[in-house]
């Protein structure tokens, strides 16, 4: 009974530390990103995508894309500035965890199991960036698949610094019906190279 009772409070005491960890994380994310609008500029971006995708007048198609092209350049740039803000940032508030799970200090414990978000923040900049000037000349339906995934991805990261990777893909899946893996398949060959090394998928 004993050892019933001393595993329920580590438990327990586990379980509010990580919720502490994790608001701390969350709030740090969020004071960054509030000095931008990356979020309704991906709002934006993704919404223009359906629409022109569904639109079968080929002249108004044309110029829905050509507004989606200055969405994508604005949101560029300003992912381009939150990566180098953050970067400033120090080393152990940027660690995150490759454990399927939220562990409390599981970075510090287990800093070979962890990646730095400063430099995913950095990865995400240079292929939202790539994909945005489309030097391989993609076709616009392509270069928008192309650009969701980096985008998504992005965002996957954001929820695995918040909570962990198991709850990130989760909400990927429920938000875009999109799998983790099916996002890894879609971005840039240089993205999920440098991605791959970084967090080890």
Request: glycine fraction near 6%.
């Amino acid at each position: 009974m004993e050892t019933f009772t001393l595993v329920t409070l580590i438990v327990i005491g586990a379980y509010f530390v990580n919720a502490q960890q994790q608001r701390r994380r969350i709030a740090l994310l969020g004071s960054h990103l509030g000095h931008f609008q990356i979020e309704k500029l991906m709002e934006n971006l993704t919404e223009g995508y359906l629409r022109c995708l569904g639109e079968d007048d080929p002249e108004r198609r044309e110029q829905i894309w050509r507004l989606l092209d200055t969405t994508e350049e604005k949101l560029s740039g300003q992912f381009d500035s939150f990566a180098a803000e953050f970067a400033q940032v120090g080393e152990q508030e940027a660690r995150v965890s490759k454990l399927p799970l939220a562990l409390p200090f599981a970075q510090q414990l287990l800093p070979g199991a962890s990646f730095d978000l400063r430099q995913a923040f950095a990865i995400h900049a240079r292929g939202i960036a790539g994909v945005m000037r489309n030097e391989r000349q993609r076709p616009p339906k392509a270069k928008a698949f192309m650009m969701s995934a980096e985008l998504f991805l992005m965002q996957h990261s954001c929820h695995w610094y918040c909570k962990s990777k198991t709850v990130a893909s989760a909400r990927l899946l429920a938000r875009h019906k999109t799998s983790y893996e099916q996002v890894l398949d879609a971005v840039s060959p240089e993205t999920r190279k440098a991605y791959g090394e970084l967090t080890g998928q």
